[in-house]
C-alpha cells in the first residue's frame, strides 16, 4: 500500500500530467537549445518523479514498472524529449541500485540525484590496484547534461589480452562533454558525448556485466526488493516503452486541438472533421495507438508480476518484452505517420508539435534496442526453438 513516502500510481501520474504546460511552454526552447531548460529538469525533480527507482531508505519510492510507465507516457504526451530523459533516470538510477551499498550511499549523499548511462561499452579499462582506469568515448549520452552521474559501460582488458565488458559509474564531473548533438530528432533531450580520459574507477563503483545479466546483484541491502531483483533488459525495455506510447498520445492530442474549423484545400471539403477521409484517418491511427498500450502494459505488468513473484524468467519472456517494446514503437510510428499526414501542409511550422513528434518517434525507432525488426527477429528466433543471436535479453 502507498504511504505518505510512497506516492499511489495515481497520484504520480496526476503530478506527471500537472507538468504538461511547463514542458510544453519550454519544448520549442528545449528543441532549438538542443538540451532541456533547467525549469522543465526542476519541475520534474520536484514533482518527485526522479525518486520513482530510488530505493525508499533514501527518500525513494520504489514505484513498480507500471507506475513509471505511465508517468513516462504522460511526460511524452507533453514533450518527448524531456520524457526520453525522465525515463534515462528511470533506468540508470534502476542500475545504480546494483552496486554495492557503499557505492550507493555515495550515489545518494546528493540530494535529487539524477543518473545516466550507457550499456554499449565502447570505452576501454585497464586493471590499476583498487579499481580500474578507463579511456574512451560514450555516444548518444541521454541526459548527461543535466545528470551526476554516469553508469557507462566498458571493455576490461584482463593481463591475458582477453575482454570483459563492465559498468561503471563515474561521476559527470570527471568527465569532457563533447556538443555533437545536431539531430533530426529528439534534439532537446541532449544527448551528447561524454569522454573519458584515464578515469579511475574505483572497485566498489564497477559492476561485471555478466553478473548483471545473469541478475547477480552487488547490494545487499536491495536484495529483499522486488524491484531491485529483475533481469535488466526487461526492465529498461519495459521502461522506455512508456515514452513511445506517450509520443502517440502526444501527436493524438496535437491533431484534434487543431481539427476544428479547418479545411482541407482543394477539395470541396470546408470542414475536415466532417470529411469521411478525416474519419478513416484518425479511427486507423486510434486502433494503432490502442494495440500499442496493450503492448506496453503487457510488458509492464510482466515485469511487476515476475519482481513480486520472484519466478524464475524463461528466455522467451524475456524477448517478448523486446519484442512488445518494438511493436509499440512500430505501432506508434505508424499512428503519428497518419496524424502528420492528416495535418495539412500548415503542419510543417516549427511552431506546430506534430512535425517535432514525428520526428521524435522517428529517432526513437532507430534507437539500437529499440528497432521493431531486430527485435520481432529475437523474439520469432526464439518461437522456432533457436538460441537468442544477443546477450541482451
Known amino acids: 500500500m502507498a504511504t505518505a513516502q510512497t506516492p499511489s500510481r495515481q497520484e504520480l501520474v496526476q503530478r506527471a500530467r500537472d507538468l504538461a504546460p511547463v514542458l510544453g511552454k519550454h519544448a520549442l526552447w528545449s528543441e532549438e537549445n538542443r538540451r532541456l531548460h533547467d525549469d522543465v529538469v526542476a519541475a520534474i525533480s520536484d514533482a518527485g518523479l526522479t525518486r520513482m527507482r530510488v530505493p525508499t531508505r533514501y527518500g525513494g519510492y520504489e514505484s513498480d514498472t507500471r507506475t513509471v510507465v505511465e508517468v513516462l507516457a504522460e511526460l511524452g504526451r507533453a514533450d518527448g524529449s524531456a520524457a526520453w530523459n525522465a525515463a534515462i533516470w528511470q533506468i540508470s538510477g534502476w542500475i545504480a541500485g546494483l552496486f554495492p551499498d557503499a557505492a550507493q550511499d555515495l550515489f545518494h549523499s546528493t540530494p535529487q ?21 578507463v579511456s574512451g568515448t560514450w555516444a548518444f549520452n541521454s541526459a548527461a547534461l543535466h545528470s551526476d552521474w554516469d553508469m557507462n559501460a566498458a571493455l576490461l582488458r584482463h593481463p591475458d589480452g582477453s575482454m570483459e565488458p563492465i559498468m561503471t559509474a563515474i561521476p559527470l564531473s570527471e568527465l569532457e562533454v563533447v556538443d555533437d548533438w545536431y539531430t533530426s530528432g529528439l534534439r532537446g533531450s541532449g544527448s551528447v558525448s561524454t569522454t573519458a580520459r584515464e578515469v579511475f574507477v574505483p572497485q566498489e563503483r564497477v559492476l561485471f556485466m555478466r553478473n548483471v545479466l545473469h541478475e547477480v546483484y552487488a547490494s545487499e541491502r536491495n536484495a529483499a526488493s522486488p524491484l531491485f531483483r529483475g533481469p535488466l533488459l526487461p526492465t529498461a525495455c519495459a521502461t522506455i516503452s ?20 479547418r479545411g482541407i484545400t482543394y477539395t470541396d471539403h470546408s470542414s475536415r472533421k466532417d470529411a469521411q477521409l478525416t474519419h478513416l484517418q484518425v479511427a486507423e491511427a486510434e486502433m494503432r495507438i490502442e494495440e500499442a498500450e496493450f503492448h506496453t502494459f503487457r510488458a509492464a505488468d510482466l515485469v511487476d508480476a515476475k519482481n513480486a513473484s520472484g519466478e524464475a524468467w524463461t528466455t522467451q519472456e524475456r524477448a517478448r518484452v523486446r519484442a512488445d517494446m518494438g511493436r509499440t514503437c512500430q ?63
Open 113 to 133: 540525484v539524477r543518473v545516466c548511462g550507457i550499456l554499449s561499452p565502447s570505452a576501454i579499462a585497464e586493471p590499476v590496484e583498487g579499481g580500474v582506469r
Open 242 to 261: 512508456g515514452v513511445a506510447l506517450g509520443l502517440g498520445w502526444a501527436a493524438r492530442d496535437a491533431f484534434f486541438e487543431r481539427l476544428p474549423g
Open 331 to 393: 505501432l506508434v510510428k505508424e499512428a503519428v505517420d497518419v496524424y502528420a499526414t492528416a495535418s495539412g501542409g500548415t503542419s510543417i511550422y516549427q511552431t506546430v508539435p506534430i512535425q517535432r513528434i514525428e520526428r521524435d518517434v522517428r529517432v526513437v525507432n532507430l534507437h539500437a534496442i529499440m528497432q521493431p525488426a531486430t527485435n520481432l527477429e529475437l523474439y520469432g528466433r526464439l518461437l522456432c526453438g533457436l538460441e537468442p543471436n544477443t546477450h541482451y535479453i
